[in-house]
């Protein structure tokens, strides 16, 4: 029987009101009423069950948006927190009998979960205001950069309805360039582009950019001789085009400003500096591990935070037939990428990592795999740095 706690407080969390299971070390309910998204009655529960029977945990299975009201007031009461993931939520409800789903037979679950395997839960961070706005800005930042991809997608299929040959031109990140966006906004699309001619575009060209646009407005000629006719459908899609790329500009104008203010919330967050010390984890990679992992006071080794992120490999052992380690499928994503892309980065950059990496391709590893590899050998550094608050040490790679 867990002992730890005196009642087990499940909230089932909702955008208006919440339902909540209180079960005391016996799993006997003590509390299974329905709470308002209101600060009052949540404290009044809380309090209460404090008052009468001691020692409080708070279990929510949503600690952000709707979540957020009841882990500040669990929290300004004094009373420990804690999460239940989703995917553990789905699997203990398996074990309960019914099939019925309901907010008061979810609120038991996740209160019962909590009491019966507490090896399932999840810290919530007693974040700094830096943190909490550190994840406003990360989160505002992860919509802009889908609504670019969606606003790139649209101009590109456009451009492929109207003229494929100007939009192989536009290959890759060329799309994306300050001054590819302003020629569309400015010239709308092959029939603004002819309109004006090549010499008049490049003179345009020549005073809105640094570089040389000789190149690109020569390609972008040859692709128009290209085509003669014009696909029915073309003059609506070239009025539609510079909206596209003005937004274009706009989101990555946006974007620009959360990385600066990001990097301000970095100057006042010294873990974020600890982190940024490594070679290829940068404001934005950091920022999604601390958001993941905290300050990793949850994780007893390196190896338990590993087997968190899903990049520590998996054995699977059943008799002779399957014996042997696999690639782990589950894990915290946002920390697994966060992870691999800084080895990846590193692993193109940073002498000792990119030595790492060869060695293990010289192996016999896939390119993924060698990341991976490398992504396990750097986070047993990183943990070492977060715990000890020790910057990272250049070191020269030993030749083999």
Partial sequence: MNTEYDVWLGLDVGKTSHHGCGLDPAG?????????QDEAALRD???????????VLVI??????????????????GADIAYLPGLAMRKAADLYPGQAK??????????????????TLRSVDRESDVLANLKVLAGTDEDLAHDITRAINRLRSLLLQIHPALERVFKGTVLTRSIVLDLLIRYRGPTGLRTAGKSGVKRWARNHTRMDPSALIDAIFDALAEQTVT??????????????????????????????EAEELADSLPLL????????????TASQILL?????????????????????PVTRRSGTSIRGEFPSRAGNKRLKNALFHSAWVASCHDP???????????????????????????????????????????????AA
């Fill in 231 to 260: 696909v029915p459908g073309s003059q609506a899609s070239e009025s539609v085009v510079p909206r596209h790329a003005s937004r274009i500009k706009a989101l990555k104008a946006e974007r620009k400003e959360i990385e600066a």
């Fill in 28 to 36: 006997e309910r003590v509390f299974d009423h329905e709470l308002p």
């Fill in 292 to 312: 993941a992992a905290g300050d990793f006071s949850a994780f007893k080794t390196a190896g338990h935070l590993a087997a968190y992120a899903g990049i520590a």
């Fill in 273 to 284: 500096q600890v982190l940024t010390s490594m070679p290829g984890v940068g404001v934005k």
């Fill in 45 to 55: 529960v809380i309090t209460t069950l404090q008052d009468d029977y001691g020692r």
């Fill in 352 to 398: 000792l990592s990119k030595a790492y990496y060869d060695r293990k391709r010289a192996e016999g590893k896939r390119h993924n795999a060698a990341v991976m590899c490398l992504a396990r050998r750097r986070l047993n550094v990183l943990f070492a740095m977060v715990k000890t608050g020790a910057f990272y040490e250049v070191k020269t790679p030993v």
């Fill in 60 to 77: 929510v299975d949503q600690p952000n948006t709707i979540g957020a009201l009841p882990v500040a007031v669990a929290r300004d009461c």
């Fill in 102 to 119: 309901t907010d008061a037979r979810d609120a038991f679950i996740i209160a019962d979960t909590a009491r019966t395997m507490p090896h």
